[in-house]
């Protein structure tokens, strides 16, 4: 079995290549890749995810983490594909329309996937069509991004779109606030990618 | 003292006789023209009518000469998608790649890009305003670094250190002459703006980030000129490590609490600025939120080494009657009380308003003067006395009362005729006169009119 404790580590200090040859050796000792996903990987995104929201790691650190974990994926992703695994939920993000900023949206993205979501990346500056067609991949929730002060009120509209069905819009981005995600009606506000992990973790419980 | 030795002293740590105010007015000033951010950002005689504008409008101690972080990625090649009420965004970035490398770019010299533009609206408001503080803002090293190479820096402070050092090597060196041209034009500040800072730890800031700002702020006090480091964003566990780098100002948004700069900032002896909220306050808000977050900042920042300015650029479409109000607080003692007895009843229980539904008689206008004290604010004596004045023409058709919002009384009549400003005279419950004292002719004539429609009737 591989050692599941090295593959968290060497994920969580952004060891490419150890990662790399950890889960293939696990592979070729014939070990589960849920297993692998479940017991490794998954659990090294969401550390280094808290590890973030407590200020112990920033950006460059997640990204490298978020990297070695690619890394590992592709090597057990054909196995996974095979056994029916079914990720968590779907998620669709995007920045909203006017604004062409991604690196939080991207980072948001990157965390989800980490935890086990798959996203539908839509991208920058959509509009409602572009998250109705997220919708229509699957994808249950939203998670809208904006930088700027000007493209932050499209999210009021992106709520008002799906205000009757059962999709639920959170929201994120340097000048949104809770206070501002209260007052359009959103289903959730976080300040950091690991909050909006959080954010659809509790969601999803609650759809469930 | 005039106001740009206010700023600069302020800057340079010392006590000042009130808070220099500094709105970073960038795009917004186009708003003020009605034209849109890129008609404003490329057109040197749009930036000086419209800073023009928001000099008469603001009375600024200083005030930013150009606010975009755009302006020297867009000379080196970076690919720019321009906005109506932003400044661009970069969207390509020449270091992405195989292609180009860092000594393939062009330094970066007087006529390179929008420069000689930005040197015209310099040198003009130089000779306009010579009394108000000019900063020339210029793109952080961190922050053009991103622009030149993209997101993939982030990996590189882990896979090639030796080439992330060299392009903050070279964006410092492009800081120095950026910096130079800013100050022998005629600024006196230079803000060197880095937003992405926030983007890393104390620990790759000390790595990556210390010794370029070092290079480029001795730089700045070679050249004779004062110097702040912005940042905006989550950059809280930075602002020690930016106390270091030889900076005389910090400049902070309202992501970080503002009394903690204040504290780490006196204990490095660097002076510190912010941090008004641009969203909820500035842009979504209204005069009286303006004013009581104006006091808020200036009850933690105090009068020594403190600038009172907005958290960053402000947006575009803030409402201009906001940025006054703020900046009257910060200039003027009346208005700061004015702005303490607002927020105690914007904290308090709710004012319960009165019941003015019969409150308009007949044969009778009535006069209401909201003040803050006629014995104390001269203002409100005049306006008050005017009032008085006017009123005894018309003899006992005419009553005249001063509601004084230091009082309980006052307040409650403020709320109920939606008063947000000191003094403010209402006549039938109707807002007529806002601040401005009126002339006695047009006091009587506003008062002759009520009267003739009343008799009318």
Request: hydrophobic fraction near 40%.
């Amino acid at each position: 079995m591989a050692d599941l404790q090295k593959i968290k580590d060497a994920i969580m200090s952004g060891k490419r290549e150890e990662v790399t040859s950890l889960v293939q050796a696990g592979i070729d000792a014939g070990d589960n890749a849920v297993e692998i996903l479940e017991g490794g990987m998954i659990p090294a995104m969401r550390e280094i995810g808290d590890k973030f929201s407590r200020n112990e790691v920033y950006v460059p650190q997640m990204l490298i983490a978020a990297r070695a974990m690619q890394a590992g994926l592709a090597l057990i992703e054909p196995a996974l594909v095979s056994s029916g695994h079914q990720p968590l939920g779907k998620v669709c993000i995007g920045t909203v329309k006017g604004d062409l900023h991604d690196i939080g949206k991207n980072l948001v993205a990157i965390m989800l996937k980490g935890a086990g979501y798959q996203v539908i990346d839509l991208g920058v500056n959509c509009d409602v069509n572009k998250y109705d067609e997220g919708i229509k991949q699957g994808a249950t929730i939203i998670a809208c991004s904006a930088l700027l002060t000007t493209t932050m009120p499209y999210m009021k509209e992106v709520v008002e779109h799906f205000k009757d069905t059962d999709v639920k819009i959170i929201i994120g981005g340097a000048p949104v606030t809770q206070n501002y995600a209260d007052q359009i009606g959103a289903h959730g506000y976080s300040d950091d990618a690991n909050g909006a992990v959080k954010l659809v973790d509790v969601l999803f419980k609650k759809s469930a | 003292m005039n106001s740009k030795q206010l700023v600069l002293d302020a800057i340079s740590g010392k006590k000042t006789e009130r808070t220099p105010w500094v709105p970073f007015c960038g795009v917004h000033a186009a708003s003020l023209l009605g034209v849109s951010a890129e008609e404003y950002l490329k057109s040197a005689d749009l930036m000086i009518a419209g800073l023009n504008k928001a000099i008469a409008l603001y009375k600024p101690d200083g005030i930013p000469v150009i606010f975009d972080l755009q302006l020297e990625a867009e000379a080196f090649g970076c690919g720019l998608h321009w906005n109506m009420d932003n400044p661009p965004s970069v969207v390509s970035h020449p270091l992405a790649g195989e292609k180009t490398r860092i000594d393939d770019l062009t330094r970066l010299s007087e006529t390179a890009g929008r420069i000689p533009q930005v040197i015209k609206v310099i040198q003009t408001l130089r000779k306009q305003h010579p009394d108000i503080a000019l900063y020339g803002l210029i793109t952080g090293p961190f922050t053009l670094a991103l622009h030149l190479l993209g997101t993939d820096i982030f990996m590189q402070m882990f896979d090639d250190t030796d080439a992330v050092h060299r392009l903050l090597d070279f964006c410092a060196e492009t800081g120095k002459v950026m910096s130079r041209i800013m100050l022998e034009n005629g600024c006196d500040v230079v803000a060197v703006v880095d937003p992405m800072t926030s983007q890393i730890g104390p620990d790759q800031f000390e790595e990556f980030c210390t010794d370029p700002m070092r290079k480029l702020f001795d730089y700045i006090c070679e050249k004779g000129g004062k110097s702040s480091l912005f940042v905006c964003g989550h950059a809280q566990k930075n602002i020690e490590v930016m106390c270091d780098v030889h900076c005389d100002n910090i400049s902070i948004d309202e992501n970080i609490p503002l009394d903690y700069v204040r504290d780490i900032c006196r204990e490095k002896g660097v002076s510190f600025g912010g941090n008004m909220q641009l969203t909820v306050v500035m842009l979504l808000g209204d005069e009286a939120t303006n004013k009581i977050n104006a006091l808020e900042c200036l009850d933690i920042g105090g009068d020594t080494g403190f600038i009172l300015s907005p958290g960053c650029d402000i947006p575009f479409a803030v409402p201009p009657e906001n940025i006054i109000a703020a900046g009257a607080v910060a200039q003027s003692r009346d208005e700061q009380e004015i702005a303490r007895q607002l927020a105690s009843a914007a904290r308090g229980p709710e004012v319960e308003k009165f019941d003015l539904v019969d409150y308009v008689e007949a044969d009778k206008l009535k006069i209401d003067v909201i003040t803050l004290d006629s014995l104390g604010c001269a203002p409100c004596q005049y306006m008050v006395a005017a009032a008085e004045q006017v009123a005894r023409e018309f003899g006992p058709k005419v009553v005249v009362r001063e509601h004084k919002v230091k009082t309980a009384e006052g307040i409650r009549m403020m709320v109920s005729l939606g008063v947000s400003n000191v003094p403010t005279l209402c006549m039938d419950k109707e807002i007529v006169f806002v601040s401005s004292i009126p002339g006695n002719k047009a006091l009587a004539d506003a008062m002759r009119e009520r009267l003739r429609q009343k008799l009318k009737k």
